[in-house]
């Protein structure tokens, strides 16, 4: 099932309806080229989640950590493109990839796919000739149960 964004609200609201139904311990992998609105998509479920702290894109610090506002669920938004991969540079800097209170988001989420368990949502993002930004849910393991849009 896609979903067509013609406009950036429209992704703000698609990631506020994930955010809705995110949990403690969640993680969602974000795909798509650069521009399709990953990190757009991000800042819908962070609002959702009233976390702390203004969500950008995290590129150059490879992992952003916003604290637990309201709902007692923190956000940790991940980069995958520099990572390529490598989880495991994250533990080194003390990123927990496994927290238990936050959600983790991962931006080039194809590139760790293979890296976390069986559950997680996939956001495939693309972007239209027209301009048209287009997603498709992917829900995998427990997300399947999940109520997502479309
Ligand atoms: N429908 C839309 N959804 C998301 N972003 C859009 C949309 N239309 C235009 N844009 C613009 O496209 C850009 C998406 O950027 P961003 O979310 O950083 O992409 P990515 O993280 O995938 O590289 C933003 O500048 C945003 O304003
Ligand atoms: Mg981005």
Do not use: C, N
């Not at 139904?21 to 009233?50: H, M, N, S, Y």
């Not at 007692?72 to 490598?86: E, F």
């Not at 997680?120 to 109520?147: K, Q």
């Amino acid at each position: 099932m896609k979903l067509e964004l013609p406009r950036q609200d429209d992704t703000i609201a698609l990631g506020r309806a994930i955010g809705e139904q995110v949990r403690a311990g969640d993680l969602v992998l974000l795909t798509g080229p650069l521009g399709a609105g990953k990190t757009v998509l991000v800042k819908g479920i962070a609002a959702a989640l009233e976390v702390h702290g203004r969500v950008s894109s995290p590129t150059f610090v490879l992992a952003r950590v916003h604290e637990p506002g309201p709902r007692g669920i923190g956000l940790v938004h991940i980069d995958a493109y520099r990572l390529g991969g490598d989880v495991d540079q994250l533990e080194d800097l003390g990123i927990d990839t496994a927290s238990d209170d936050s959600v983790v988001v991962v931006e080039w989420g194809e590139f760790v796919a293979d890296r976390f368990g069986p559950d997680y949502l996939l956001v495939r993002l693309e972007r239209r000739p027209d301009d048209v930004r287009v997603a498709e849910l992917e829900p995998h393991g427990a997300w399947v149960d999940r109520p997502l849009p479309g």
